[in-house]
């Protein structure tokens, strides 16, 4: 009778793990694909917001509640366009939510990659997002003395896709090892 115990160099074949490791990799690109996409609507709103408060003055976003939590002042200041750090007629002077919806847009590209290389680029990217996040936060407390929902929201928004990228890696961790 032969003897059916694996031989030592070779590792078991667990269909288990695997299905376990696809869902749980799945379930995070599905997570990233959401998030990303809420963070494209909020940008497509703040950029609404923005271009509303700028033609028609007095305009008054649903994000204004109050005399200092007012989204429509945080969005016309001289920060909302290319996060207040280039020159005017700067070809990059584009609304901060342009730059938003193209990181969201890349970050749901990015998810279609189940490698590890792919997910470093991904926290890379979520890094330089969270760093403007602070940038953005400090200008929104400290210089412009307010509270803007839709900001706060994409900086959540931002913390999220930081942790499903940090979990994919981890699972992707796993699986090389």
């Not at 376990?20 to 995070?28: K, P, T």
């Not at 690109?29 to 028609?56: D, K, Q, W």
């Not at 305009?59 to 366009?81: G, I, M, N, P």
């Not at 590209?109 to 400090?138: E, G, H, K, P, W």
Request: net charge positive.
């Amino acid at each position: 009778m032969a003897d059916r115990t694996p031989l030592p160099h070779c590792k078991e074949f667990d269909l288990h793990t695997i299905f376990q490791f696809n869902m749980g990799v799945q379930n995070i690109n599905r997570g990233v694909v959401l998030t990303g996409i809420l963070g494209v609507l909020v940008s497509a709103y703040t950029l609404y917001v923005e271009m509303a408060a700028e033609s028609r003055p007095g305009y008054k976003a649903l994000c204004d509640f109050a005399e200092h939590a007012s989204c429509s002042r945080v969005l016309t200041s001289e920060f909302s366009k290319a996060f207040g750090l280039l020159p005017k007629n700067s070809a990059f002077e584009v609304p901060n939510c342009i730059y938003g919806t193209l990181f969201y847009c890349i970050m749901i590209f990015l998810s279609t990659y189940d490698n590890i290389a792919v997910v470093r680029l991904q926290l890379l990217l979520n890094a330089a997002s969270l760093i403007t996040c602070v940038y953005l936060a400090y200008l929104l407390i400290f210089v412009l003395h307010d509270f803007c929902i839709v900001c706060v929201s994409t900086y959540v928004i931002n913390a999220c896709l930081t942790y499903l990228s940090l979990k994919k890696h981890s699972l992707l961790n796993k699986k090389q090892k």
